[in-house]
């Protein structure tokens, strides 16, 4: 099993551009979420999804969107790149069960000029 | 909103025991620990659940005061491969939300 599965590990942006981080788990969990990491804030909840075609608001989704198709994958995109984004990014997922440990990806670094 | 963790850091010598805290202001169905090191993904280390009993394994154990909404983190005897950042992690409500929310973690040295 490959886990989680984040591309890309890195990615420079300029200000304005758009992307999208892959996220992807093979271990059949419903849950997954996205956090991005700064110094000093810890880890702060995106978006996250109960399942596919289920997804909510986390603590700092603007300039975030996200759809979940299937239970494997769980894309973020950026909108319109901020300097304010450049963070680590962090997919998760869960099974869908009272309180399951979170498996994390390796991150994406992105960083936005 | 994020819990709160105590202390923000943390620099032992190894065999000195450490304790950290997390204290939320919603009623918490459950809370999670996990470390982070350097430049890697934080890594689980256990939950506690309303209602369940203090858990641990070997030198790290936790305990949850649900009338209080705290639960505390218990390093033993640390060791060297001890060091990194400790996050809470909260859920609320009546659970399986999904949602968890980590606090700003603590960052933990052991020194030889």
């Known amino acids: ?10 990615q420079v942006l300029k200000t304005g551009q758009s992307m999208t981080l892959q996220c992807a788990q093979d271990m059949n ?75 994390f990806g390796d991150g994406t670094r992105l960083s936005i000029l | ?25 919603k009623a918490l169905y459950s809370v999670h620990w996990y470390r982070q090191k350097h430049g890697e993904a934080p890594v689980f280390l256990m939950i506690l659940l ?13 305990s949850f005061n649900e009338k209080k909404q705290q639960s505390s983190l218990y390093l033993t005897a640390s060791q060297l491969s001890y060091s990194g950042t400790y996050f809470c992690g909260t859920e609320s409500g009546s659970g399986n939300t999904g949602k968890l929310i980590f606090g700003q973690g603590t960052t933990l040295q052991v020194k030889p």
């Not at chain 2, 009993?53 to 936790?62: L, P, R, T, V, Y």
Request: glycine residues 10%; charged residues 15%.
């Open chain 1, 1 to 10: 099993n490959a886990g989680v599965t984040q591309t890309p590990k890195f």
């Open chain 1, 29 to 103: 969990h419903e849950y997954m979420s996205w956090y991005r990491q700064d110094p000093g804030m810890g880890l702060r909840l995106i978006h996250y999804s109960v399942g596919a075609g289920i997804t909510d608001q986390g603590e700092v989704p603007n300039g975030y969107n996200v759809s979940r198709s299937t239970t494997e994958d769980f894309p973020l995109r950026l909108l319109s790149a901020a300097p304010s984004q450049t963070s680590v990014y962090f997919c998760a997922s869960s099974y869908g069960r009272w309180s399951q440990p979170q498996h």
């Open chain 2, 1 to 25: 909103q994020q819990p709160v963790q105590s202390p923000q850091a943390v620099i032992l010598r190894e065999g000195e025991d450490a304790v950290i805290n997390c204290s939320s202001s």
């Open chain 2, 50 to 62: 309303k209602g369940g009993e203090q858990k641990g394994h070997e030198k790290i154990s936790a």
